[in-house]
């Protein structure tokens, strides 16, 4: 049992209030004001929920609720399916390519689902180079990217990192005790993991499996791009802008997301209450590893190649893409070239900048404010804390797009001082609204890791004299050091390939992030190469960067693992 | 309210009251340990011990009462500002830090100067004997190392009190008995007042000056080991601190003698000065087994039985023998050559008349 | 560069004055506009080369997002330009007031091309291109399918181009609503739309972007597409396998240029009109990455062979007189309808447009007076209209749509949601019946 709640504390309280203040500022006026028009009868300005009803009543909406609950929920189970053979064979076996293998397991998420879903027509599409190769072979095609399917296959391939990384994190704090002891009572294998190794993996998972399902429900990008109309998101995208503010249904659609991926949320919170999972008491644990036999090493490397070359598609195309000439109607492109890449370089370096910009900035505030608001949650007993995970995990179920027009329509009037321009069209709003929508990313991961650390660690801390602050700084940030070295590159690596509100918010070319110049790319003939060179870039940038984080976190990971034990006492 | 003998108290605790919710974990709980005593809280999980200690080191809900350490409140202090070192029943080495860094942590927030702290660090880390493991990770160490590290971390501080909540509990049974030694030495070299929470009655019986034994949150019994042993204030300290006969009955007089009659009709005799009760105890060593038939003293309290059941235990033979439908358990030192009864044998028990203790409940 | 060199200095507040005083001085011209880099940049480089000290900004928006971009900022308006391709977007700002008067200096510019202006009357905004609307297809793809090269827009509702057709919405591109007003003005209300719902029933996709339907023809997702004739040009100036026409029925319209009102730099933003208009900034529009049809009848001199020439061939974008006004009027009406009926009732529309045509091939050379009728009135079915011209040009009507409350106490009867859903569900149903009545017919046969 740990008891973990002193009586009042200030600092936390002052820190507290502060992340309330500012996500009052940044994420509920704006997306209030969003909601307010969908209560709001076009007609008379009264307060109404007449436009409930039309919605309930079109069956075009109705169509379009199920069909994105239907893309969201197989979504989960196709990356579900193509996470778990990954985390497990890592977590679980000495593998060689595991650092590999895990990054790998990241590179979707740093490329814009729209991106992706360009490269992926060319390669899987009704005449894209697989169907044409099995039209001219067997004489047959597969309607990978048809309609929903495409939106599916995109959407999986895109976001089934985050259970990866999740499950992986999960996995790897489960004391290896739980598994001997399982093992030790007959159980082994298959039923090993399922009754085992799965259940006390759940909490990462299903925070994994929320992650998806809302992601993809609120998605935009994809669908619009497979150009599959007939799903929320893009119902409310498309009424906003081409109908406009005296269209009340993209406001209800709005607020609908809203509210559906909240209720998700929550459904998550509730599975996961009052279970506490934190099985590594000592500093050690993780699954016992094992190296593999020969056949073993065979069938791991087929299921993991397999599941890489699929998700390493969308970037095998973007890169044939980015040195293709002419690819059209074929297998390949026509001929190659690197004329894109000297187009890029010599016209657009300044995304690159500004995303490192934008994105670490936004990253740094995330790891910031998620560290504290774990904190606050997890080690103190002020009144409402739970709300500021809550409101902070709300994000998640903001469309960038809603926040975007929520943004323009509430900052726009408010200046700047010094600088005389609209809060709204500063750069620096570009990366408040990238902080507020990365912020459960990084927020999820410093939960996680304040989650796995003992209470007594910090106790001893405390009753050998440190202060809660001095604890706070010399024992529990570094024990979480790799939960938000963690959470900043998932939310830097989102943040850099943030579209859906940047679109709305970037002001001056100047001041444009690489998804908006990939974007941009994207809209002309002779662009793509460019684009595509651009999203190459993007892709090796953060890559990178990812891979060599994960290395820090391997290393500081070794460091704790018992290397040998030490002979017993004198 | 405080007087002189608990100025010069280590630690006092006066009408200590906690509760997580509903739930009350410590009632009322009064008691004086004196400075450089060791001392230890026995008790069974879930009888608030462990609870109690961390109420002295700050963590946990904040309890209504007093602590008093030294004769000052600590009460309201938070734990940084107590200066009572706790060992953590899991050590609570930080992996992150070598075993130098963990040590000197505490001495570091005191803001004392490098050069000491290296010199203190080295000392504690010598008087545990682990001085050349000090550049390891936690994780580098078997559990008797952490275990001492642990300790070297707390004493570096030097505490005013020393709290160790189960610290043997990791270990395994020789180098617990090594270890308990190890640290009864170091109390005594550092006249350090020492808490130790055990659930172990050996355990607590070796090492602590006094004890006080803890059931359901309420403090049963205090005193020296061999005091609460032989003088048990009520049934549960009796059977919680080693094995004892328990026989249920009431105390009657027959004419000038005291007798304890048995719910199943059996008289035991007894000693004088006791009017009532309803039990009787008396420890297996204090009753001697012998062929049917033997002679007794007045000193005995003779009863007739049959060996029911019989164990080996080396130097003992503990029988248990059935005396008009109880079971009285009897040790027998073991000498060579000596007879041994067998299941079925019918004998004579000689219980210690001194022996029997008569508890109300 | 600049943001990482300020953001070093310590205070934000730092940071502000260094950036802000850095746009300031500098002279910086900001475009918001619908057209691609490949376009933006060529203008955008020759300008500022010849304006030393001038920087123009390019905000890249879709037309309709830079309309409501433009309503949304306009209280604190940052913009200098608006530059797009619709006449219609120029007129919603023009009608909110957010476009300043401006008369160009340029001269050799005729009044029109083809039927169309060049210049808003008023002097809002004025035409610098002119674009029209035809057809693209990819060639390896007609070759590999072994299909024929349409002409016409009619030539589209072949069943032999059945799922191989793509269309932007005109909802989401404001030069695709041309396009299908153009045709709807030019067969009238009934027919126009019948015409459109046959060759939508050919349709693979409707894409959400306009540039979404070149996109799919160079790359072969589908074969053929309804474009824009510079996505067209510039494709086959870009080198990829596809060819372009105009069909007979379309409209030549201008590409604009307008100042937006309030213009924090009026001068720079009048400078970059007159240089857009000057032969040199015309003769920019020949690059094989923009390919549009300069407004300055001298500029087609310096054209390559083939280039078309709308001011000497008359054939393009000649035969429709396009009203402006009607098209104004019923705007919104007309892309509601078209993703009531087409957009969103892809599937149904499609299918049952297959089953007629399904329904056709195996009535050929047969007689069947019964069949035949079925198939006439499926046929009939799909063309229904929900809704009649007089009533979608209607005033009150067109309201509902476009129902922005000036004052608070405007009061307007109707939602268009409730309209839609209306709409939609006799759509479907005609839809769903025209598949029975049309299988059934097949079934006789």
Redesign the interface.
Known sequence: MSFLFPSVQRGPAVAGLLIALFLFLFLAVPVGQVIFVAFQDASTGEATIINFVDFFRNSLFRESFFNSFYVASMSVVIASIISMPLAYFTTRFNFGGTALIQTLGIIPLIMPPFVGAVAMQLLFGSNGSVNLILDDWFGFTIPFMEGLNGVIFVESIHYFPFILINLSAALSNIDRSMEESAQNLGSNGMRLFRRIVFPLAMPGYVAGAALVFIKVFDDLGTPLLLNVNNMLAPQAYLRVTSIGISDPMGYVIAVILVAFSLLSLWVSMRALKGKDYATVQKGGGGLMKRDLRRWEKVGCYAVVILILVLVLSPHFGLLLLSFGTIWSYAVLPDAFTIAHYVTVFSTATQYITNTLLYAGLAALFDVILGTAIAYVVWRTDLVGRKWLDYGATAALAVPGVVLGIGYLRTFHNINVPLIDEPLATWWVIIVIAMTIRRLPYALRSCVAAIQQISVMLEEAAENLGATKTRTVWRIVIPLMSGGILAGFVTSFATAAVELSATIMLVARETDAPLAYGIYEFMQSAAGRGPGAALGVIAVLFVGVGTYISHVIIERSNKAREPKSIVAEET | MIDNAHDSAGVVIEDLNLSFGDTHVLKGVDLVIKQGEFFAFLGPSGSGKSTLLRAIAGFGPTPTGRILIQGKDIADLPPWKRDVGMVFQSYALWPHMTVRKNVAFGLEERKISKHEIDERVDKALDMVGLLDLAERRPSQLSGGQQQRIALARTIVIEPKVLLLDEPLSNLDANLRIQMRRDIRELQQKLQLTTIFVTHDQEEANTTSDRMAVLDQGVIQQVGAPIDLYDNPANLFVAKFLGTANIIKGAVITEGSALVFRTDRGMDIPLNQGYTNGRSIVFRPQNVDVCATGTGASEAHAKLNGKVDHMEFLGSIIRYGVDVNGDVVLVDHAHKLGEAVFSVGDSVDLLVDRDSILVLAA | ?K??MT?GAAAV?AM??A??TA?AADG?L?VVTSF????T?VFKSAFEKKNPGLTI????K?T??GI??L???S??N?SDLFWASAPDAFEVLKGDSLLAKYTPMAKGIPDKVGAFPINDPDGYYMGFAASGYGIMW?T??TA?KKLPVPKNWADLKDPVYHGHVGMSAP??SGTTHLTVETVIQGMGWDAGWAEWKEIAGNFK?????S??V??GV?????GYGIVIDF?GL??V??????DFVYPEVTTLVPANIGIVKGAPNQAAAAEFIEFLLSPEGQELLLNP?IRRLPVNPNTYANAPAGFPNPFKDKSIGAAVKFDLDLSKNRY?VV??LF??MI??RMKDLTAATKAIQDADAAIKGKSNPAAAKLIAEARALVAKMPVSEATAGAKEFNAI?????KK?T????G????V??EW??QV?ANYAKAKELAEQAKNML
């Open positions: 560069m943001k990482f953001l507040i502000s004055v950036s802000g746009f910086t900001t691609p880099k490949d376009l940049s900004e390019v905000l890249n879709k309709s997002a409501k971009y309503q949304e900022t209280a604190n940052t990819n390896r793809y590999a909802s989401r996709t409707v894409t959400e972007r540039f979404g070149p996109d160079n790359s072969g997702q589908f996505f510039s494709s100036g870009s080198g990829f396998p596809v990455k919104n892309n509601s993703d009531v957009t969103y749509f476009k129902k922005k409350r608070a405007d009061v307007i009867e939602r268009q949601a409730e839609e859903q939609d569900t479907k």
